[in-house]
């Protein structure tokens, strides 16, 4: 099992930053891949970025510049840095953990932008 908690979200104005963090504890050596998603009422679960156990990331076109994942492995910590925030950025973001046996969830970070 592996528990995931996110945090850092928030309201903040466009064109503001924000470092969303995601804790994993439990079977932590046994996670292949962590990634955040993002949720837009009214559509799907996104994946935005992710990074691997050997550290290769992954971030969508549509974020790139202004999306980075990095990890710690110290504090079993992922982070996603979102800088230029635009309102669309306005949803849940979730972190994932994903092993050979099953995907995790945390339970959701709001992030708000407003114009």
């Known amino acids: 099992q592996v528990q995931l908690v996110e945090s850092g979200g928030g309201l903040v104005q466009a064109g503001g930053s924000l470092r969303l963090s995601c804790v994993a504890s439990g079977s932590i050596a046994s996670i292949n891949t962590q990634g955040w998603y993002r949720q837009v009422p009214g559509n799907q679960r996104e994946l935005v970025a992710s990074?691997?156990?050997?550290?290769?990331?992954y971030v969508s076109d549509s974020v790139k510049d202004r999306f980075t994942i990095s990890r710690d492995n110290a504090k079993n910590t992922v982070f996603l840095q979102i800088n230029s925030l635009k309102p669309e950025d306005t949803g849940v973001y979730y972190c994932?953990?994903?092993?050979?046996?099953?995907?995790?969830w945390g339970q959701g970070t709001r992030v708000t932008v407003s114009s």
């Open positions: 990074i691997a156990k050997g550290g290769h990331t």
């Open positions: 994932n953990a994903v092993n050979p046996y099953a995907d995790y």
